[in-house]
């Protein structure tokens, strides 16, 4: 068999106005993308995978309301809660001990939808399970990397593909109506439109993840994210206690300067490594009952990252190429925004395309409702985002506290939060406004 042949042939399927849209990248992004524009009435949608099968990778995910409530308009909640939690609150700690604050988060915050903490892979099978049901099993096709793009004539994309290997092989050339690159942080799409942009840049921090099972009793039933102006940990559960022992699954994240032994990391993206090697940075950390070795000690595995992002860009489309998620605006892990941001780009996007007839005028209108926000969510993640109230706290008394409104006023506590949430449109009195993505069957915007 032949790559051409495991491709949709665009002469073959109907689909509204005739458009073939070929998605680059079978994450978080590109599958909510394919669902997105099939409720928009697009039937010729062909996501191209690099990796050659699905796998349960990665760890944890924290997907804000704004995100869940396009979910939810997808006709994706239950089946996603079921294997997922509802984050009920956030707190913020410093090292020492002492609590900077504590906020609700989703209902008990005022949405009308949930946040959930899920594992990366649960959401991504019940994405996946969803476009099979919906566009046909061949509708996903596995072990293709984009190889290349360049401009047809008429501003439509060409695309060389390459299968990596298995029974399908050879190299294939797509000319779709649209092409948009959902294919992750190093995304070949967006170094094709973006040639001299080189890697990711690095900002000295290393990233160590995992996922434990544990007792529901040792983790409690909140978010925490807790440390100093150098290091920081996030612990939280992401499934519902199960079984005799009541165990859940904790997701969990620590960040430090890297040493001299991590100065190669940034060419090896997803090494494992044993919890020993930075479980003695933090010992003594302990937030309310909640003892990080302790949740260490019980990972499965552990891997380590360089925390890298993307400068923001000056345009994210090219004829009639565009990007979404990671490959548009990859940020720091800062203020749960990397899946929910993404989820809401694919949305956005398929919501253009359903009011705007003409693909160009869509692609247009994509970037313009969407890249100045995350430009600016981009760059307040560089600046810590909510997170900056830990080194506010550490900065102003770095041996602890007693009570932190003796350091950090609570008026200033609440302006970060509301600031931040500002910046990314998921405020409750926005978010609970109800999908600006809604479209009617016959593309009017509702």
């Not at 707190?91 to 900077?100: A, K, P, Q, T, V």
């Not at 990859?330 to 253009?352: E, F, K, W």
Request: charged share 20%; with cysteine.
């Amino acid at each position: 068999m032949t790559l051409h042949d495991t491709l949709h042939d665009p002469d073959e399927a109907p689909g509204r106005d005739g458009l073939h849209i070929v998605v680059a990248g079978g994450g978080v992004a590109g599958l909510t993308a394919a669902l997105a524009l099939h409720a928009a009435g697009y039937d010729r949608v062909t996501v191209v995978e690099a990796a050659r099968r699905s796998r349960p990778v990665g760890a944890g995910l924290n997907i804000m309301p704004n995100a869940v409530r396009e979910l939810d308009a997808l006709g994706l909640l239950d089946r996603l809660e079921a294997g997922a939690l509802r984050t009920r609150e956030l707190r913020y700690y410093h090292r020492s001990g002492g609590l900077i604050s504590r906020e609700p988060r989703g209902l008990g915050a005022g949405y009308r939808w949930p946040q959930l903490s899920v594992h990366r892979a649960r959401l991504q099978q019940v994405l996946a399970d969803a476009v099979r049901e919906r566009l046909g099993t061949a509708a996903v096709v596995a072990g293709v990397r984009v190889s290349g793009v360049e401009s047809a004539p008429g501003g439509r994309p060409r695309v060389q593909l390459e299968h990596r290997d298995g029974a399908t092989r050879g190299r294939a050339s797509l000319e779709p109506d649209v092409l948009i690159g959902a294919d992750g942080i190093r995304s070949a799409v967006r170094a094709a439109l973006n040639p001299d942009e080189g890697a990711p840049p690095w900002n000295g921090m290393i990233v160590w993840r995992g996922v434990s099972r544990m007792p529901a009793r040792s983790v409690g039933g909140f978010m925490l994210i807790a440390g100093d102006d150098r290091q920081k940990a996030v612990v939280y559960p992401m499934t519902a206690p199960t079984g005799p022992d009541r165990e859940v699954l904790v997701n969990w994240a620590l960040a430090m300067p890297a040493d001299a032994d991590h100065a190669g990391m940034l060419g090896d993206w997803n090494r494992q490594v044993p919890v020993e090697t930075f479980l003695r940075h933090y010992e003594g950390w302990e937030f309310d009952g909640v003892c990080v070795p302790e949740v260490l000690r019980a990972a499965d595995a552990a891997y380590a990252y360089p925390m890298v992002d993307r400068e923001p860009l000056e345009r994210w489309t090219h004829g009639r190429t565009t990007l979404i998620g990671d490959a548009a605006h990859a940020m720091y892990p800062i203020g749960s925004n990397g899946a929910t941001q993404s989820i809401v780009d694919a949305r956005a996007l398929a919501h253009a395309m359903a009011v705007h007839r003409d693909p160009d005028t869509a692609l247009a209108a994509y970037e313009a409702a969407r890249r100045p926000a995350m430009t600016e969510l981009q760059r307040a993640n560089r600046r810590l985002g909510p997170e900056v109230v830990i080194n506010l706290a550490h900065e102003r008394a770095p041996h602890g506290f007693t009570d932190v409104h003796d350091v950090i006023p609570a008026a200033e506590l609440a302006a970060v939060a509301a600031r931040y949430a500002a910046t990314g449109a998921f405020d409750p009195d926005t978010v609970n406004q109800g999908s600006p993505y809604a479209v009617h069957p016959l593309g009017a915007s509702s």
